[in-house]
């Protein structure tokens, strides 16, 4: 059965490099934002069951999505992926609710690992 996969990142490239570092034999609906409201709004369309998502972005930052996700009780797995590698960033989004953290630059491996760490995606 497909996943619903919400890509959120203000960056085109960035985008593009989650795109094509995403497991080949995942089977997903994607969707992408560019900012942390369209996230949101894709979120409340049930757009995103699973969701990469950047923190540094303009209108509203990930660590407002991840608030709006609590604050309006969503349901949403969301790995953070993000070049913020402070120690503070990390902790405070696994306290909002990430399931993980995935630093950028990444490859193909690194993303594989850490979605099935997370219990969203596996080879099987």
Do not use: H
């Not at 619903?4 to 994607?30: Q, T």
């Not at 995935?102 to 594989?112: H, R």
């Amino acid at each position: 059965m497909s996943v619903a996969l919400l890509i959120v990142d203000d960056s085109g490239f960035s985008r593009k490099a989650m795109l094509k570092s995403l497991p080949e034999a995942w089977d997903v609906d994607i969707t992408q934002a560019t900012n942390g409201e369209e996230a949101l709004e894709a979120l409340r369309k049930g757009l995103g069951e699973v969701v990469l998502l950047d923190l540094t972005m303009p209108v509203l930052d990930g660590f407002g999505v991840l608030e709006g996700i609590r604050d309006e009780g969503l349901t949403a797995k969301v790995v953070v992926v993000s070049a913020d590698i402070q120690p503070k960033a990390k902790l405070r989004v696994i306290t909002l609710g990430a399931l993980a953290f995935l630093q950028k630059p990444f490859n193909k491996e690194s993303l594989a690992a850490t979605l099935a760490e997370c219990g969203v995606y596996s080879e099987d």
